[in-house]
Structure formats: structure tokens, C-alpha cells
């Protein structure tokens, strides 16, 4: 039985280099493609800038300390701006003109409810017109609810040891929790930044994919029009090893082919794509599922050229709602959503988190078991299919 897939295989792959569908779908098209979009639109992203409002109902020492430590952070030096606003519906309404991206308003009496333990709680104003300073803001208000949360906990202990109430303060300053030490360790929109030239590398690379099972799966419908099928199945073998030996070549050399676009984006523009380990494995995820989902839609073709025409359908639309063509960040909220019913979606969404947030193996378990899944639920329907179809 390996013998005979061995074999089928064999000849695909000879196949699929004799007419130089191997060299060109698999290697020169997506790299050449994937080359051409990182130099045209290669790159950082435009520098992140924001306005933030900053509404001071409380004139006490926690705001002002706050102001100061945003303002020093060098994390944020040149990409935030602090514009003061005298009320909450002030702020709003400035908000809602456009004027600012989000704003924190400290309520009155705030400094003095944390300084008794009380805590207090700091209101965010955002818009979603303007994601980048909701998320600025709300890093900040983050930050600053962990100090309010810290400085309550303190007094709260210091009181159950003993510490008169009219001593707490003091106390609590003198071992440590004086106030707010606004800390900003990292910049907060660090996380998802990714080269322009990995996207559409990868963009490339996702496309391509499909295309490049498709050849291979393509035969199967060639071979049984002109009959070859059906001469291979009255040899002594399993009916399911033209399949399978047709669609590990096309798995094997798309793998191939987005290895090739990977190491290109390397070596070329100098870009990562995060952890080696988690980006193969998520890749290979990728193709098993581009793999199942091109079987799948062969097996419902009648002859090789519709085949072609529903494979290069499904790919670009794929393509294109799963950020392949175009970043995930650039589609609308209800397409992002869209974009997790397509494989490209979630190997986008999986290379952002290795390239941009410096993540593992761990971080795209998720992207990596959504693409399985896919494989799974795609290769059991093309089976049928091709049962009934191919084998019937």
C-alpha cells in the first residue's frame, strides 16, 4: 500500500515539474509577488499619534502625579498629546466632534477616597473612530486602576494590623505607597505592530497556497476524463490512493512554497516573523486546512476547468476576507469577524501574535486548532465527495 501511494506520488510530483507548474505556482510566482508588494509597501506603519482629554474634576495630588508621569514617559513621547477639558460632558462633546480620541476623567474627591482606602474609579471616554487613543486611554486607566487597587489593599491592612485610623496615611506613604508611580513599561500599542512586509509576504504565501493544491488535485479530474483514473483503480490497489498521493504533493509543495516566501521576507527586507517553531507549525496548519478545503471543492467540480474557476474563487475571496490582500486592522469590524470562517484569517490572526506580540508556540494554539478543525471538517466532506464522485 505505501509502495503504491509512494508511487502515485512520484509521478505526480514528476508531473507537476514537467510542466512547470512546481516552479512557477509554488516558487517563482508567490516569492516574486510577495517580493514586489514588501518593496512597493514594505515598512513600519505610519507613526501612531493621538489626542487625549484630560478632565481634572478632582484637583488633587493623584491626577496631577498622573499627568506628570504620562508626559515623562518616553514610550509615549510623540504619540500622545494631552489636551485639558474643564467637565465630563465637555469632553464628550469634544469627543464626538473629532477634536480628540478618547479621554480620562477623574472624578471629584478622587485623591482623597484613594488616600482613605476607599478606592475611586477613573472614567475612559472612547470613540470607534479613533481606536488608537481608546487603546492609549485605556492603558493608562488600566495602570492606574492596579495603583487606586494597591493603595487600598494598603490601607485595608494597615488597619486590620492595628494602625490608627488618623495615622494610616503615614504609615501606608511610609512603607511605600506615598502615591502614584505611574509606570508605563512598555509602549502600549507595541503589541500587533508588524512590518508591512510580513503581511503581504505572508498575504502572498496564504494566496498561494491554494493555488498550488490546486494543480495536483486538478489532475484527479484530468486523469478521469481521459480515462487514466479508471485504469490506476483496476490495478491492484486501494481506490483512495490516487487521492491521497495527488494531495500529499500538493500538501508537500505548498509547504514548500510558503517556506520559500518565509525565508525570502528574511532575507531580503530583514523582517521577522516571530518564533521559527510557531510559525512552521501554524503554516503547516494552514496548508492542511487550504489542503482539505481545495479537495473539498474539487469534489463538487464536473470537469477540470470549473474546477479551476471555484478553487481561484474561493482563494481570492478567502484572500481578501482574511486579511491576505488587505490587513485584518484595515477591514471593517463585521468583516474582521468574517475573517475567522476563512484559514487565512486565523494564520493571520496567529502571525500577527508571533510577529507583533513576540508570542510562542502557546500563543497560536487557538489559530493552529481553528485550522485543523477546518482541515478536519473540509477533508471528511471532500471524502464523500469523491466517493460518490471519483470512486463511485
Request: one cysteine or more; glycine letters at 12%.
Given at each position: 500500500m505505501l509502495r503504491a501511494l509512494f508511487t502515485v506520488s512520484r509521478l505526480e510530483l514528476r508531473a507537476r515539474f514537467m510542466d512547470g507548474t512546481a516552479v512557477l505556482t509554488a516558487l517563482l510566482a508567490p516569492v516574486v509577488l510577495a517580493s514586489l508588494f514588501g518593496f512597493a509597501l514594505g515598512g513600519d506603519d505610519p507613526p501612531l499619534r493621538a489626542t487625549v482629554g484630560f478632565v481634572d474634576l478632582d484637583g488633587g495630588e493623584f491626577p496631577s502625579s498622573v499627568r506628570r508621569e504620562v508626559l515623562s514617559a518616553k514610550e509615549l513621547d510623540g504619540m500622545l498629546t494631552l489636551r485639558d477639558l474643564t467637565t465630563e460632558k465637555d469632553a464628550q462633546q469634544t469627543l464626538d466632534d473629532g477634536d480628540i480620541g478618547a479621554a480620562i476623567v477623574f472624578p471629584p474627591g478622587f485623591s482623597q477616597d484613594v488616600g482613605a482606602g476607599r478606592g475611586g474609579k477613573v472614567t475612559v471616554l472612547t470613540s470607534p473612530e479613533t481606536p488608537l487613543a481608546g487603546v492609549v486611554a485605556s492603558s493608562i486607566v488600566d495602570r492606574i486602576s492596579a495603583l487606586v487597587d494597591a493603595r487600598t489593599l494598603a490601607v485595608k491592612a494597615s488597619l486590620d494590623a492595628g494602625v490608627p485610623a488618623d495615622k494610616v496615611k503615614e504609615f501606608?506613604?511610609?512603607?511605600?505607597?506615598?502615591?502614584?508611580?505611574?509606570?508605563?513599561?512598555?509602549?502600549?500599542?507595541?503589541?500587533?505592530?508588524?512590518?508591512?512586509?510580513?503581511?503581504?509576504g505572508s498575504g502572498m504565501a496564504a494566496l498561494f497556497a491554494f493555488f498550488v493544491v490546486g494543480t495536483s488535485v486538478r489532475s484527479l479530474l484530468t486523469e478521469r476524463n481521459l480515462g487514466?483514473?479508471?485504469?490506476?483503480?483496476?490495478?491492484?490497489?486501494?481506490?483512495?490512493?490516487?487521492?491521497?498521493?495527488?494531495?500529499?504533493?500538493?500538501?508537500?509543495?505548498?509547504?514548500?512554497s510558503v517556506c520559500a516566501v518565509w525565508a525570502s521576507s528574511v532575507l531580503l527586507f530583514g523582517s521577522t516573523w516571530g518564533d521559527p517553531l510557531?510559525?512552521?507549525?501554524?503554516?503547516?496548519?494552514?496548508?492542511?486546512?487550504?489542503?482539505?478545503?481545495?479537495?473539498?471543492?474539487a469534489s463538487r467540480a464536473r470537469t477540470d476547468s470549473q474546477a479551476d474557476g471555484l478553487i481561484m474563487g474561493v482563494s481570492f475571496v478567502f484572500a481578501f476576507l482574511g486579511g491576505s490582500l488587505v490587513p485584518m486592522y484595515n477591514l471593517p469590524d463585521f468583516l474582521q469577524k468574517v475573517a475567522l470562517f476563512t484559514p487565512n484569517g486565523w494564520t493571520s490572526t496567529g502571525l500577527t501574535e508571533l510577529a507583533g506580540g513576540g508570542g510562542g508556540?502557546?500563543?497560536?494554539?487557538?489559530?493552529?486548532?481553528?485550522?485543523?478543525?477546518?482541515?478536519?471538517?473540509?477533508?471528511?466532506?471532500?471524502?464523500?465527495?469523491?466517493?460518490?464522485?471519483?470512486?463511485?
Open positions: 501606608v506613604e511610609r512603607n511605600g505607597a506615598s502615591g502614584p508611580a505611574l509606570t508605563l513599561e512598555s509602549d502600549p500599542m507595541a503589541g500587533g505592530k508588524v512590518d508591512l512586509s510580513v503581511y503581504y487514466t483514473l479508471n485504469r490506476m483503480r483496476a490495478a491492484p490497489i486501494r481506490p483512495w490512493i490516487p487521492i491521497v498521493g495527488k494531495g500529499v504533493v500538493g500538501f508537500l509543495l505548498a509547504l514548500v510557531a510559525v512552521f507549525a501554524l503554516w503547516t496548519a494552514h496548508v492542511l486546512a487550504a489542503a482539505a478545503i481545495t479537495m473539498l471543492v508556540l502557546a500563543a497560536v494554539a487557538g489559530p493552529i486548532a481553528a485550522l485543523c478543525g477546518m482541515a478536519l471538517v473540509a477533508g471528511g466532506i471532500a471524502a464523500l465527495g469523491f466517493r460518490k464522485g471519483l470512486l463511485g
